[in-house]
């Protein structure tokens, strides 16, 4: 037996979640499928931006406040640190703090959002199949699910994207960064991590990261691949630096993060792609919350549409992405393969001079308070509350 909503998600995470409320919203019925059963873990540094924590705010009417009361977020600093293997490169203040999550809290809180809006959430329930031009799934179980619209927002393996004739599959493998990531309680770190920390210099396009949590640390590396590099050794390297001994560290997990494969066009019939599943992570940090939120918004906001006037959504969803976000994303990866050049050049010391000189704005790039291009004021099209920043 089949069945039949006014649209399918595929993906109950932050872009799965955000397209599934403005649906529900809107009074339509809307079935989220999700193979996981929340709260789940997740692999993910956690950290959210001044976008992010605004869109939140607007989306799920969530605060920072509200989200450390649920236990969503954890922490939160207003400065940052850049090192290399061997040195102390840059550091500075932020004109935001950045907050830290625990993504597993995080994304169960919003997904329930999303049900007490009246989506229908199956959980356990993984995609096997997808007929992107018909809005249709099928589970492991051979269960059908049907929408008049479908949004892939499975992320970076996602069965929907797959299912796409004419996307770029090798680019997309090209362009897809392997990471490894583990938790430390704070007491096996050499010394008190109290701000973010980017690494580099170790990987050619990549980083590595320390962000705090309380009594522990999120820590990781991540990058495109060149030759025949090997990450688990690398990682084994990164424990080093960091003086860590790699032997007593049995636990690590990695994750493929899209790192520059965006799609231009993530439409096929009557569906759409959101979030890591259609590569909307930002390509020099691997910022990846607020695009995934903010494409899912998108998404569900242009198939509302489409439900209401008898239209295709495809047409709407790609001129916003054209407008507000792959602006910020091809602007990011410009950046980031300037930046990786002249430190090939140069070395770090050329990063170092970069930040003396643009710390501040950098900052509010990352922040998305300025654009990625040309570093001018970033307006976004969602409401932002009069607060100060």
């Not at 960064?177 to 430390?184: R, S, Y």
């Amino acid at each position: 037996m089949t069945k039949t909503f006014d649209a399918l998600v595929c993906g109950g995470s932050l872009a799965g979640s955000a397209a599934a409320l403005v649906l529900a919203r809107q009074g339509r019925s809307v079935a989220v499928l999700d193979r996981a059963v929340f709260p789940r873990p997740k692999l993910c540094g956690g950290l959210l931006t001044w976008k992010t924590v605004r869109l939140l705010e607007t989306l799920f009417g969530e605060t920072p406040a509200s989200l450390a009361e649920a236990g969503a977020v954890n922490h939160a600093s207003d400065r940052y640190v850049i090192r290399t293997p061997n040195r102390l490169l840059a550091e500075g203040a932020l004109s935001f703090p950045f907050h830290f999550s625990d993504r597993a809290v995080l994304d169960a809180l919003l997904l329930d959002h999303a049900r007490r809006a009246g989506a229908e959430v199956f959980e356990g329930a993984e995609v096997a199949t997808c007929d992107p031009r018909n809005g249709e799934a099928t589970l492991k179980t051979g269960e059908t699910f049907r929408g008049r619209f479908l949004i892939g927002a499975d992320g970076a393996n996602s069965v929907v994207r797959k299912s796409f004739p004419n996307y770029d599959r090798e680019r997309w493998r090209e362009l897809t960064a392997p990471t490894i990531e583990i938790q430390l309680d704070a007491d096996r770190l050499p010394r008190v991590v109290e701000h973010p920390e980017l690494y580099i210099g170790q990987l050619e396009a990549g980083y590595g990261w320390v962000f705090p949590n309380p009594g522990k640390a999120v820590l990781g590396i991540c990058g495109l691949r060149r030759g025949n590099v090997n990450f688990s050794r690398l990682f084994r390297e990164y424990l080093e630096i960091l003086e860590i001994d790699p032997n007593t560290v049995s636990e690590r997990r990695g994750h493929p993060l899209p790192y520059g494969n965006y799609l231009e066009e993530p439409v096929c019939g009557a569906t759409l792609l959101a979030g890591d599943a259609g590569g909307f992570v930002e390509p020099l940090f691997g910022e990846g919350i607020f695009f995934a939120l903010c494409t899912g918004r998108y998404a569900g906001e242009a198939v509302a549409a489409a439900l209401a006037g008898g239209t295709d959504p495809g047409p709407r969803y790609v001129d916003r992405l054209r407008r507000y976000v792959l602006p910020e994303l091809r602007g990011s990866d410009r950046l980031r393969w300037t930046l990786f050049r002249s430190m090939g050049l140069f070395g770090p010391r050329s990063l170092s001079w970069f930040v003396k000189l643009l710390g501040g704005p950098l900052g509010d790039m990352v922040h998305g308070k300025r654009s990625y291009a040309r570093l001018r004021k970033k307006t976004w099209d969602f409401p932002t509350p009069a607060r100060p920043a």
